[in-house]
C-alpha cells in the first residue's frame, strides 16, 4: 500500500531541488531548517512540542500497520522510537507543569539539519 506522502513525493519530483542539479549528483549541501525558535508560555510550549511529539508517535504506528510485508526488525525500530518519544513526552509535560508552577516561561530552540544523499538499497526510512 502506497501512502499519500510517497504519492506526494514521486508527483513533485519535477518541483525538488533534486532537479536543479544533475540526476547523478544530488546536492549535499546542508538545509538547516529552524523549526521552533522563541519564549514560550508553559501552555504554548507544550503545544509546540506535544503536537510535534504525538505526530511523530502516529507517524511510527501507522509505519508498524504498513509494515505488515516487513521484517520484524523493521517494526521492532519504530516499537523503540515509540516508547522512546512517550518517554521525551512525560519529561516535557513534566517541564511544562513545573515551569506554570513557578510562573516562568520555556525558551525553546530547535532545528532541522537536512542532507541529500544517495538511497541505500532495502533500506527502510528511519526517524
Known amino acids: 500500500m502506497e501512502s499519500r506522502i510517497s504519492r506526494w513525493v514521486r508527483g513533485n519530483k519535477k518541483n525538488s531541488r533534486l532537479s536543479k542539479n544533475s540526476p547523478e549528483q544530488p546536492s549535499s549541501a546542508p538545509g538547516n531548517i529552524t523549526l521552533v525558535k522563541g519564549s ?35 517494526i521492532a525500530y519504530s516499537e523503540e522510537r515509540i516508547k522512546a518519544l512517550k518517554a521525551a513526552k512525560a519529561e516535557i509535560t513534566e517541564m511544562v507543569v513545573e515551569a506554570r508552577n513557578k510562573g516562568l516561561v520555556l525558551d525553546i530552540n530547535s532545528s532541522i539539519d537536512i542532507r541529500m544523499r544517495p538511497q541505500p538499497i532495502n533500506k527502510q526510512n528511519s526517524d
Open 40 to 74: 514560550f508560555s508553559p501552555s504554548e510550549a507544550a503545544d509546540v512540542l506535544l503536537t510535534l511529539i504525538n505526530d511523530k508517535i502516529k507517524f511510527h504506528s501507522i509505519q508498524i500497520l504498513n509494515l505488515t510485508e516487513g521484517s520484524d526488525k523493521d
